[in-house]
């Protein structure tokens, strides 16, 4: 399976755009937004990107979406997945904004993930691609946790515009996908392995 993944679109029809042209290059069968797709709402906007999408969508909702931007994802053709397990041609994915910490402990009690899952979260784990300006960690200790505890296939995230790029935890690969400063963000070729460009 081909993803492309990004996040942190911020209301930008050009960001939006960049995507629309990367969907066309590189033809995925599916698109992940991993959060931020507006800047503060509204609904509208989130509804209006999604649909101008061509291909299958799943998205969540970041920390400077507003909570009327969960209604415009489910108005749209994507499919939200925040505090879902939804598969998609035999894979799990299973979404968490990361910035609701009781988000973490319903994924635990569900039993939503496991080694097979791939977990899409707004925020990356803490001191994973999470490097923000003057070298500060931005991501969050409780998704560490939950990675380390659940060992998913793949992370896919944002939040953190200044350090998009691929880690490993153990046998989890972590992708920030965020477009907010020089990034694209990232083809994903699922299979046996687990391939990545940055883009």
Do not use: W
């Not at 319903?106 to 496991?114: H, V």
């Amino acid at each position: 399976m081909k993803v492309l993944a990004t996040a942190d679109i911020h209301g930008s029809q050009h960001r939006l755009n960049i995507l629309l042209k990367n969907i066309d290059r590189y033809s995925p069968d599916l698109v992940v937004i991993c959060g931020d797709i507006t800047q503060f709402g509204p609904e509208e906007l989130a509804r209006n990107f999604l649909d101008q999408i061509p291909v299958e969508t799943l998205a969540i909702t970041g920390n400077i979406d507003t909570i009327d931007v969960g209604k415009g994802i489910d108005d749209s053709k994507a499919t939200k997945i925040e505090m879902k397990r939804v598969v998609k041609k035999g894979i799990p994915f299973v979404g968490i904004n990361g910035v609701d910490t009781n988000q973490f402990k319903i994924i635990e009690e569900k039993k939503l993930l496991d080694e097979n899952s791939v977990l899409v979260s707004h925020v990356p784990p803490y001191g994973v691609q999470d490097k923000a300006f003057i070298g500060i960690h931005g991501g969050s200790k409780e998704l560490k946790i939950l990675v380390e505890k659940f060992k998913p296939k793949l992370v896919l995230c944002g939040h953190i515009h200044e350090d998009p790029g691929i880690t490993k935890i153990g046998n989890t690969t972590v992708v920030n996908c965020s477009m907010g400063k020089r990034g694209e963000g990232a083809l994903i070729e699922i299979n046996d392995d687990i391939n990545v460009k940055m883009i």
